[in-house]
């Protein structure tokens, strides 16, 4: 089973600067197999980047990811109000379990 | 428009059986990877099940043998049986529309969630 280990556990930001979160495999990935979603209070997670690289449906732009091997990026250039959430990492690669990663939480300084 | 709504979350005791549906609308589920995903109070996500357009099935060690995920097409829905079902199984469970085969390639994600329903196992 892949362990996804997603850091920094918190990042502290205001609204405009450029948010950097990092998700490392505990193996090998394949690029196509790394999803990212973001999660606000109360809400159901929103798929963010699949492929590791791929903006989905409706995704704004200041969303990018990046990455390869074991280490992969998802970053905010500027960061909007509507943008303080959690974010998590997921793992496609191989039969299941799926593995999610433990989250980073996005808070406003 | 696609959309995904949970029901079936309750209050159950200790040992004791419960059955979540995800009613699909917009899509089928009969041609679709779909997945239940759960989420314990102040924690992160967890995965739980999925199951194949193939009716193959996989499940996270955690729950594997007292849960069972299925697809009913004259419902174009989902269900998930849990059963023996213990305090560390109380969470929020989302059902949502995995992978999917779009512009000649997987979109390996999931893409369509419903707005989940709580489950609460306590004496």
């Known amino acids: 089973e892949v362990v996804l280990t997603q850091s920094p556990g918190t990042l502290s930001l205001s609204p405009g600067e450029r948010a950097t979160l990092s998700c490392r495999a505990s193996?090998?990935?394949?690029?196509?197999?790394l999803a990212w979603y973001q999660q606000k209070p109360g809400q159901a997670p929103r798929l963010l980047i699949y492929?590791?690289?791929r903006r989905a449906t409706g995704i704004p732009d200041r969303f990018s990811g990046s990455g390869s091997g074991p280490e992969f990026t998802l970053t905010i250039s500027r960061l909007e109000p509507e943008d303080f959430a959690v974010y998590y990492c997921?793992?496609?690669?191989?039969?299941?379990?799926?593995?999610f990663g433990q989250g980073t939480k996005v808070e406003i300084k | 428009e696609v959309l995904l709504v949970e029901s079936g979350g309750d209050l159950v005791q200790p040992g004791g059986s419960l059955r979540l549906s995800c009613a699909a609308y917009?899509?089928?589920?009969?041609?679709?990877?779909m997945t239940w995903v759960r989420q314990a109070p102040g924690k992160g996500l967890e995965w739980v099940s999925v199951?194949?357009?193939?009716?193959?099935?996989y499940y996270a060690e955690s729950v594997k043998g007292r849960f069972t995920i299925s697809t009913d097409t004259s419902k174009n829905s989902l269900s998930l049986q849990m059963s023996s079902l213990r305090d560390e199984d109380t969470a929020v469970y989302y059902c949502?529309?995995?992978?999917?085969?779009?512009?000649?390639?997987?979109?390996?994600?999931?893409?369509?969630w419903g707005q989940g329903t709580a489950v609460t196992v306590s004496s």
């Open positions: 949502a529309r995995d992978h999917q085969w779009l512009d000649n390639h997987y979109q390996y994600g999931m893409d369509v």
């Open positions: 917009g899509f089928s589920v009969r041609t679709s990877y």
């Open positions: 199951i194949y357009p193939d009716f193959t099935t």
């Open positions: 193996q090998t990935l394949s690029a196509s197999y």
């Open positions: 492929g590791a690289s």
């Open positions: 997921q793992n496609y690669d191989g039969s299941p379990p799926w593995t």
